[in-house]
């Protein structure tokens, strides 16, 4: 009878401490995750759309562009690759934090699938008078941008893709980042141990993003980590990470309905997509793409040519806005040119400046959509897979 309970109340004392440390851990966690937002406050402005407070950035003026980032990124990351600052020198270009990264909200209550998030970014593109923007999505943000497209073909002219992930496939890194998605479990791992999982894990996870292109120094010095580990955010990439293949999956059997010219890039050291699964396949389905396949470049296409995916969006968005079009170097040109520096920075050549902005006069619209003509999306063409 002793013995009972002497175990029961060893049991219960375990039980408190137990109970006492995951709190100690868990107001820990929170102070940190206030001190990462007093320490990288927003950068740009906000807009109230279903409930959800969504943080954008906004530079630039001309036909409009948008970019959504992928899994883990927000503005900060888009930001520290230099497209936002190329770009800007000759369109309006517009990026948010999608819900639950940087300093936008994720309400609990709803299922933040890419259609969800396509509706969610519809409305705000209408209230900013963004309508018809060209798209670029990258990784986990390709699958909204393509929802977008199909559900709302209005708000879309056209769409470019960085490194995307179109078709589910097994993966194993789908069950390792999981798990604080899980309701109750899930709450208890975001606020003790996950934020420290993290922050081990990010070394690795960033070389492995970049590879085989080394990690970049103004990423590193710019990408606010502390913010990517607050539990809200570590809750939405747990979320997305758990959709993702059957998000694909959904998404897959609409691909013929797309009507937009798309641009697909994508490394061919990508760890995260196969290009050759995903981009590759992508391209042979749909009638007006166009396919680069860059090698010597890995998942973070944007970081490794901003200067030519910002070309590419400027000559998009003017042929598809009924603009003259740059075409002294057309976007396949300035694609099939550029080469990213060896230490991951972008070489002097390669960055904007106000002489390299004026330098493009009008005249025929360049070859960057393999030969397909704008109006004419319902001609199937041949392509040539790069």
């Known amino acids: 009878m002793q013995n009972t309970v002497g175990g029961q109340g060893r049991g219960a004392l375990i039980t408190a401490l137990s109970a006492a440390a995951i709190a100690a851990l ?37 036909p409009p562009v948008v970019f959504l980032h992928g899994n883990g990124a927000m503005i900060e990351e888009v930001a520290s690759s230099g497209f936002i600052e190329a770009a800007a020198r000759t ?9 639950g990264y940087g300093h936008s909200t994720r309400p609990r209550a709803r299922l933040w699938t890419p259609q969800a998030q396509a509706r969610l970014f519809r409305q705000a593109l209408d209230r900013l008078g963004a309508q018809r923007s060209l798209v ?29 992930y179109y078709y589910p496939t097994a993966r194993a890194d789908v069950l390792l980042l999981s798990p604080p998605a899980i309701p109750v479990i899930g709450d208890v791992l975001r606020y003790t141990v996950s934020p420290v999982i993290g922050r081990l894990a990010a070394p690795g996870m960033f070389k492995k993003m970049f590879g085989p292109l080394p990690v970049p120094a103004r990423f590193s010095r710019e990408y606010p ?19 993702m293949v059957p998000a694909a999956a959904a998404l897959r059997k609409r691909y013929g309905e797309l009507r937009q010219p798309v641009l697909l890039l994508a490394g061919d050291g990508d760890r995260m997509a196969d290009p050759a699964r ?5 391209h042979r389905e ?21 200067v030519a995916i910002a ?29 990213p520096g060896a230490d991951g920075e972008v070489p002097e050549d390669q960055r ?21 003509r704008i109006g004419e999306p319902d001609r199937k063409v041949e392509k040539e897979e790069a």
């Not at 369109?91 to 948010?96: S, Y």
């Open 311 to 339: 070309q590419a969006a400027r000559a998009m968005s003017a042929v598809l806005g009924g603009a003259p079009a740059p075409s002294r170097l057309s976007t396949r040109e300035w694609l099939s040119n550029y080469r």
């Open 286 to 306: 749909l009638r007006h793409s166009e396919l680069k396949i860059e090698p010597g470049v890995g998942h973070m296409v944007h970081h490794a040519m901003p």
């Open 278 to 282: 995903q981009s590759r396949r992508l």
């Open 352 to 372: 904007i400046d106000e002489t390299t902005a004026d330098s493009f006069p009008a005249s025929d619209p360049p070859s960057y959509m393999g030969g397909l």
């Open 136 to 164: 670029i999505g990258h990784s986990w943000g390709t699958l909204v941008a393509l929802a977008l497209a199909l559900d709302h073909p209005q708000s879309v002219s056209g769409l470019i893709l960085l490194g995307g």
């Open 91 to 99: 369109n309006r270009v517009i990026v948010f934090d999608r819900p």
């Open 225 to 243: 980590l502390g913010l990517a580990l607050r539990p809200v955010a570590i809750r939405a990439s747990a979320e997305e990470a758990a959709m």
């Open 26 to 62: 868990a107001i820990r966690t929170s102070r940190q995750a206030r001190a990462a937002e007093k320490r990288h406050p927003p950068t740009g402005r906000f807009i109230e759309v279903e409930g959800v407070r969504l943080h954008y950035l906004e530079r630039g003026d001309g």
